[in-house]
C-alpha cells in the first residue's frame, strides 16, 4: 500500500491537520453519542495511531463527551473534527466529512447499528455490528 497524506479542517479554516498513510479503519457510526455531538443522523469517522495526525496551527479544542472520552471541535465554527477515548489508547478518530478530499476514504463497515435512526438506510452491502465491531 502506498504512503497517502491526507489534508483536512474544519469549515472556517482555523482547524487544519495534515495525516500521514492510511486509516486503520472508516465506518459509519450510528452510536447516539456521535448523533448527537455532530447532530448529524449519523457519523463517518476514519481511526489513526495519533502519531499519523499532526494539527498545524495547534490541537482542536475539546469536550469531555463521557468520562475518559474526548471530542475535538473547532472553538470557531464548531466543526467536530476528532475522538479521543482512554478505551483507544493511542488512537484518534477523524471526521472523514472534515477531510479536504472525504472521497477517498471509504466507510468499510456500520457499527452501533442498534442504535441507527430508523429511517437511516445506507444502500451497501457492508458488515453491520449492532455496537462495537471485533477489532476497534
Ligand atoms: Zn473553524
Known sequence: MSEQESHGGCQCGAIRYRIDGEPLMAAIYHCTM?????????????????????????????????????RGFCPVCGTQISFTADYIPGLIDITIGSLDHPEMVAPNLHYWDAERLPWVHFADDLPRYPEFPPVA
Do not use: I
Open 34 to 70: 456521535c448523533r448527537r455531538a455532530n447532530a448529524a443522523p449519523a457519523v463517518a469517522w476514519a481511526m489513526f495511531q495519533e502519531s499519523q495526525v499532526v494539527f498545524s496551527n495547534g490541537p482542536p479544542a475539546a469536550y469531555a463527551s463521557s468520562p475518559g472520552a474526548t
